[in-house]
């Protein structure tokens, strides 16, 4: 085995941050901004400037923004892909989480946003805090969590599987939670599950929603596929406890 292939970062990174390309010899590169140290999207004007020479050097001075906020280089020689790592994680571009719980979406919020009703990065970067053990972000896989700091839903928090949307009652700041959000070809607008939660409380309720997947997913079932063939109420049931039994005979 090579030195490269037997490199463990090296070999996450192309598992979670590489996707294939049409054209044989070439890959798909993700770089990522999801610097749990850092608002989800930001980037420096130095990691811009490196970002443009690595597009020059190894992407046909091509480079893309996705709306996942992180960065693309479209066209990238498989030969190639060990240095553009090398030199992405030297400039903390190269964290390999994308499509993960971490790799959430986030609007500027109450930090930057004049129309916000509530803040997004802080509830982010809690979220980022609580989950940092990558080999439990790999075994939860493929998830999508979106956040909105008002309901002009800039973070598209409504097609999230997880949605965080900022509310605000009486002049503090709330957070609405919905499920079952998706993009892409079988798009869906989330549910919201019940009520809001303070900002405090959102990494515990999203380890609560995590939990419930764990504990409700077949073998090979996707967090979105989970919620799609269980609905709500095994979720409900693992973030409100009796007060979720409770709301369900006084609906019955
Ligand atoms: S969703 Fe609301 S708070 Fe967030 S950036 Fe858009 S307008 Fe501002």
Redesign the pocket.
Known sequence: MSQRAANPAFAAWTRRNVLAHKVPGYAVVVLSLKNPSRAPGDVTAEQLDLVADWADAHSFGEVRATHEQNLVLADVRQSELFAVWEKARAAGLATPTFGLLTDLIC????D???????K?IPIANAIQARFDDLDYLYDIGDIELNI????????HHHVGHIGIL?VDKNGEEWYQVSLGGSQGNRASIGKVIGRSFAAAEMPGVIAKIIDVYLAQRQAGERFIETVRRTGLDPFKLGVYGDDAVKERKQNA
């Open positions: 609007c500027p919020g109450g930057f946003c004049a129309l916000a009703n509530a997004s909105s700091g008002c309901m002009n839903s800039c973070g900022g």
